[in-house]
């Protein structure tokens, strides 16, 4: 069994950064990809971005050119390094690792606002 622990939510500011960390323990080796989602109030939950175990990564047209996903394969830890966010980027973004099972994090909530 995978578990993650996800860390790095806050509040910033329209135009400021933020990084997310998650670190993943247990069954690594059944790991073959982990990305980010994100579920603002009252929408569906959706894809921010995933990295293969290969490092190949994809993101969705509304972060690409100011969201970047990166592991540290050392640490077991997949990173989104989040810039120019913007109030619509506000959510509760959620670590996922894909393999034989689909393990969740617990969220941490992300807030751009003034």
């Known amino acids: 069994q995978v578990q993650l622990v996800e860390s790095g939510g806050g509040l910033v500011q329209p135009g400021g950064s933020l990084r997310l960390s998650c670190a993943a323990s247990?069954?690594?080796?059944?790991?073959?990809?982990m990305g980010w989602y994100r579920q603002a109030p009252g929408k569906e939950r959706e894809l921010v971005a995933t990295?293969?175990?290969?490092?190949?990564?994809n993101y969705a047209d509304s972060v690409k050119g100011r969201f970047t996903i990166s592991k540290d394969n050392t640490k077991n830890t997949a990173i989104l390094q989040m810039n120019s966010l913007k109030p619509e980027d506000t959510a509760a973004y959620y670590c996922?690792?894909?393999?034989?099972?689909?393990?969740w994090g617990q969220g941490t909530l992300v807030t751009v606002s003034s």
């Open positions: 996922v690792a894909q393999g034989v099972l689909e393990v």
């Open positions: 247990g069954s690594i080796i059944s790991i073959n990809a």
């Open positions: 990295i293969t175990r290969g490092g190949t990564t």
